[in-house]
């Protein structure tokens, strides 16, 4: 199996590589196409692509003979170019990650990790999404992200034929999969980023020209059901939420009014 390994993180992230590498250690063919810079949150945008460029990067002494290439585009942009430039042979399956940061509840509309893994399942291919929990300035233990990708590779081949379908998988920040309490499937939690959110004014003028400080007050977030991804996570859990990029209409009924009363 060929697979394709992005994020939104940027081709210098470190969970990037030992994706990479947890990929190849479960016995897939892999390429890597990522952002040259960091594009977190980007969704599933696909910026005007002019002037963008494809460079290719030596990747890590343990992952030799591997092609990968950073690309200044947005994590879409990164899986576009490499379903259609021809410079990678054809993908079996996209896998994005690891993100330094879960992509739960309202955060899966957001993540460009989810939007790139999304973007495959669209191009009809098995797709996974791999975050980590960040918990602040502890080293983030890329390895036991890694553990869990390689563990869960085997359903890529299980979702394939059901596209556009998406795992998106949530690892709690634990030193060791030994520290791992199991895995659970989950639905997505009722987590919404803007009730976390603080925001300053510090106006160095005009009010209209004042700096604009974001902070995430994770102290605030609360306990989640067990059977969702944010809560799993926090109760130990390596959390696996499959998603369908396409939206479903509601059954909701509409009084509509007449267009020309």
Partial sequence: MHILVTNDDGIDSPGLWALAK???AAGARVSVVAPAEEQSAMSMALPPQTNRELRAIIPPAELDGMLA???NGSPVGC???AMLSGVLPPI???VAGINRGLNGGSNVMLSGTVGAAMIGALWGLPAMAVSLQYIGPEPMPWATA???????F????QIRGQAPLVLNVNVPHVASPDDLRGFRQTRLSEFFFGHYLDIELNPTGPV?????IFRFARERVPDFDVDTDDGAVRAGYVSITPLRPLMNSSPLTLNLPDLHA
């Fill in 146 to 152: 890694a553990y869990v990708a390689e563990r869960l």
């Fill in 79 to 81: 899986v576009t170019v």
């Fill in 154 to 157: 085997p359903l890529l081949e």
């Fill in 208 to 212: 209209e020209r004042s700096q604009i």
């Fill in 69 to 71: 290439f950073a690309h």
């Fill in 22 to 24: 947890a990929m190849r």
């Fill in 92 to 94: 079996d399956a996209v």
